[in-house]
């Protein structure tokens, strides 16, 4: 989908005239979608290439020292439906299982805020103006074109070679889109990533020999240039659920080694009190100035 060999270019060539059928329902739900305005204001986090590029991290540099503030998630991959207040001003109220991951991250990153999961993000957006939030963030919520936000997108900083909208290729809109909104952070230059390493919430400077990267994220690829080349890689889904099945399977493989994990594969795998973990925590810092007009 982003960067094909000439076999994949094939495919992705044969499959267009799907493409042209999404675009015009894209474009024709975007035509009639008329914004609702909450009386506060909403800032969307999202992106136009399909899978993982840092939204949930931007949300929480964004929003880390905001007043009054609440983030509105779908919270995939979570075991339940509906809309649940995962979180408020550093209560957690429901766990991982009922939250989604990346919630239950925005939960223990965000003390301060609101942090609710919601399919429908305009009850999501009045639940939380009913608990007083003054500014909700939309996590991944671009597509959300009913509802009057603050749009900012984030733009990979290696752009795919394919061009096509889904299912050619993995733009979710047309890549002319960056230009229709008002903020486009730019991965590498408008923001940029850190890594720190932690072992029993201690900073570890120099990572131990044996070590594998154990994660379920999308496009986990990106994590390998923060870690040594010669590195072990266990890569399951995006969201993954991680079960002590998983994890003993993983101690027979590499009785000697220790993991390393992402924070948001650890809020599902902290549960089983492993010592050979290392926590991976990624933190964002956005260069750019930001000027909001809503």
Do not use: W
Not at 77 to 102: N, Q, W, Y
Not at 169 to 192: A, Q, W
Not at 267 to 273: E, H, L, R, S
Request: charged share 25%; hydrophobic share 40%.
């Amino acid at each position: 989908m982003f960067f094909p060999n000439i076999l994949q270019r094939l495919i992705s060539v044969s499959l267009f005239p799907f493409t042209i059928v999404y675009c015009v329902v894209v474009a024709y739900k975007k035509s009639k979608a008329r914004a609702m305005n909450f009386g506060i204001d909403v800032i969307s986090i999202g992106n136009l290439v399909v899978g993982g590029s840092g939204k949930t991290p931007i949300t929480i540099a964004l929003a880390k020292d905001m007043k009054n503030v609440a983030v509105v998630l779908r919270g995939y991959g979570r075991d339940t439906k509906g809309m649940f207040v995962v979180a408020s001003k550093g209560k957690i109220l429901e766990d991982v299982d009922t939250s989604g991951d990346e919630a239950q991250l925005l939960a223990l990153k965000l003390p301060r805020a609101i942090i609710i999961v919601s399919e429908n993000r305009a009850e999501g957006i009045l639940k939380a103006k009913e608990l007083g939030a003054k500014t909700v963030f939309l996590d991944d919520g671009y597509s959300q074109h009913h509802i009057k936000k603050f749009d900012i997108l984030i733009r990979p900083k290696e752009e795919p070679t394919n061009l096509f909208c889904l299912p050619s290729g993995g733009y979710r809109e047309t890549k002319m889109m960056y230009s229709f909104v008002p903020v486009v952070l730019r991965d590498g230059t408008d923001f940029t990533r850190n890594v720190i390493f932690t072992k029993n919430e201690e900073v570890i400077d120099k990572l131990p020999s044996s070590i594998v990267l154990v994660t379920g994220i999308s496009k986990p690829n990106r994590l390998l240039e923060y870690l040594p080349s010669d590195i072990k890689t266990e890569f399951f889904l995006d969201h993954h659920n991680f079960t002590k099945e998983d994890m003993n399977t993983l101690k027979e493989k590499y009785p000697n080694d220790i993991f390393v994990v992402t924070a948001k594969d650890y809020v599902k795998i902290c549960k089983f009190n492993l010592d050979n973990i290392i926590l991976m925590d990624l933190e964002v810092t956005v260069n750019k100035e930001i000027e909001y007009k809503f």
